[in-house]
């Protein structure tokens, strides 16, 4: 597993080799120049001995002042490259993940969370940055320093440097029995951000819903479960921490005091010079910095491989819904005539199949409706058609070519599908219209609106098209919404029209009326999921679903003259018509 990261961190720095090793040629610098310093004052010291010019003292501590700001100066430029590495995976890791979400198919997003996606682009993001800029180059100086300022104290003197580092295996052993449990105690916290953040983001969403039904209290509750858990796991982390870091800067300053200790008797003996002695003191003081921030870097380190993990585990994920391997090209004038041969459609998870054997075919430009009971498959056929579910290969069929074959981005120009709940972007009524072509004029945007049955309402808004709908439209009537999706799908040129109950929120005459001017004004193939019979009535055909089979199709006043689960449907509503009259 430690081999697997490690390829992971040097498949993120490889672009940026040269950054990388510029940087790490820095350090060398700077540590070449941390060792050459103490040396330099060592000497110093010792010629001060035998007396000494002032002139000869300000030009020794001049040429010290500028070993230390030429070291300065590189270690400066040493982080701006090994960081700057750090920032820029940062932005390029982001980028990736947020291609990689758009080619998942919507189920995925709705069943991982947003919440939970949105914490791995952003927190876990930036503790990646974290690993490869402050960790690597932390990591790099500390083995840099070692490697360096070690054989400089060992030929000062063997015996105080191993004195002097005596207590650094038990900084080892601490950061090795602390590490494990950093690493898990940081998933936990992490899981439980992503747990809080979900949270929120479902109550913002639905802050409409809640009110209604006065669940705030519960709300509350479930936002206080899931913020004390964060508060818990956060707290286990920092007590882990704050148990580590002193424990490694008390050891690091007990080997401080040691080395003094010892080397005041090797002065008293003569064995020694004090030139030596501070040389060695500024070694250890050298060593200290980097040995302290071995913890700092270890937690950096570790919670930056978690996280890189959950970020691989994101852009490793395959779509279920993808581009063939060898697609088809779409014909230069498509027909819209549709087909289904025998198809299924199975949820993951699920034990048996939603669509069970659909086989109907639709001639272009034929108006057919889609109707049964609630859970009958109705929505699953609406999602099949635009490809946002799996769909097997040879069972649906556009124009007579294989649904599967075509590339996604071609398949979708060619079928606009309005689902139940039409999102609506946080912008102007207008570039909401225009979403599926953002090149329209405002021509086609009107005439859209006004095919929509929407054109009147817009009219009457002060701003008119410029009117801002709002975060998922809420400033527009649920009616405004609905119709506003579907002007946007009306607004394309696509020959297959799919409204998956896309009329729900508008009242029968509205429906017919839009219908009517739908054919009237284009030649498309429309398929009208809904459960307002009435409005189905007008279509050309009628196909009845019933746990996802095809149980009845044909005209209204056909199937209404037959015993079956249309006429049961259809007095039903009639009668519930009839109540509300009564009402």
């Not at 940055?129 to 300022?149: C, D, I, P, Q």
Request: hydrophobic share 45%; aromatic share 6%.
């Amino acid at each position: 597993m430690a081999a697997f990261r490690l390829d992971l961190i040097g498949r993120y720095l490889r672009p940026h080799r040269r950054t990388v090793v510029v940087g790490a040629l820095t350090l060398v610098v700077v540590n070449i120049l941390s060792v050459t310093i103490p040396l330099e004052v060592r000497r110093v010291i010792d010629d001060l001995q035998d007396g000494f010019a002032i002139s000869d003292v300000l030009r020794q501590a001049g040429f010290i002042v500028l070993l230390a700001t030429s070291m300065g100066i590189a270690r400066l430029i040493s982080r701006q490259l090994v960081f700057g590495v750090g920032r820029q995976v940062e932005v390029e890791l982001r980028q990736k993940l947020f291609d990689q979400m758009l080619l998942q198919e919507p189920g995925w997003v709705q069943q991982t969370g947003s919440g939970e996606i949105i914490s791995r682009a952003t927190s876990d993001v930036e503790n990646v940055r974290r690993l490869l800029g402050f960790a690597v180059l932390s990591l790099t100086n500390t083995v840099l320093a070692y490697a360096f300022t070690l054989p400089a104290m060992l030929a000062i003197d063997p015996g105080l440097t191993v004195a002097a580092i005596a207590l650094y295996p038990v900084m080892l052993g601490s950061v090795r029995l602390f590490g494990g449990r950093m690493m898990r105690q940081q998933r936990r916290q992490q899981e439980d951000l992503a747990g809080l953040s979900e949270l929120i983001q479902e109550d913002l969403s639905g802050i409409a819903a809640i009110k209604i039904y006065g669940q705030e209290a519960q709300e509350l509750d479930a936002f206080g479960t899931r913020n004390q858990n964060y508060r818990d796991s956060a707290i286990r982390l920092a007590r882990t921490r704050s148990t580590l870091f002193p424990l490694l800067e008390g050891i690091s300053s007990i080997s401080l005091l040691l080395l003094i200790a010892l080397g005041s008797g090797q002065l008293e003996r003569g064995a020694l010079t004090i030139g030596s002695l501070v040389a060695l003191i500024l070694y250890v003081e050298r060593l200290v910095f980097p040995t302290a921030l071995l913890g700092f870097t270890l937690n950096t380190f570790q919670t930056g491989q978690v996280s890189l993990e959950r970020v691989e585990e994101l852009l490793s994920r395959r779509p279920r819904v993808a581009d063939p391997l060898e697609p088809v090209d779409v014909k230069e004038k498509m027909l819209g005539e549709l087909e289904a041969r025998n198809l299924h459609i199975r949820y993951d998870g699920s034990d048996q199949d939603t669509l069970r054997g659909l086989s109907f075919r639709i001639a272009p430009g034929e108006l057919v409706a889609v109707v049964g009971p609630v859970g009958c498959g109705k929505t699953t056929l609406a999602r099949a058609l635009g490809r946002m579910v799996e769909v097997p290969e040879g069972q649906l069929f556009l124009d007579g070519c294989d649904l599967t074959q075509f590339r996604l981005q071609d398949l979708r120009e060619q079928i606009a599908l309005v689902p139940q709940e039409g999102y609506l972007f946080t912008s102007s009524l207008a570039d909401n219209l225009r979403y599926g072509d953002p090149e329209a004029g405002m021509d086609r945007v009107e005439a859209a609106a006004d095919q929509a049955r929407l054109l009147d309402d817009v009219k009457g808004f002060p701003d008119g098209f410029d009117t801002l709908v709002g975060e998922r439209g809420i400033t527009l009537s649920g009616g405004q919404r609905q119709r506003t999706a579907l002007g946007r799908a009306l607004l394309m040129t696509s020959p297959l029209l799919v409204l998956d109950d896309a009329l729900a929120s508008v009242d029968n005459n509205t429906a017919a009326e839009i219908l009517a001017s739908v054919r009237r004004q284009t030649q498309r193939t429309i398929v009208m999921i809904s459960h307002q019979l009435s409005a189905a009535a007008a279509c050309d055909r009628i196909l009845v679903l019933e746990q996802g089979r095809l149980v009845q199709q044909g005209h209204h006043n056909e199937l209404i003259t037959v015993k079956g689960p249309y006429r049961s449907l259809w007095e039903r509503e009639q009668a519930a018509e009839r109540l509300d009259a009564v009402a």
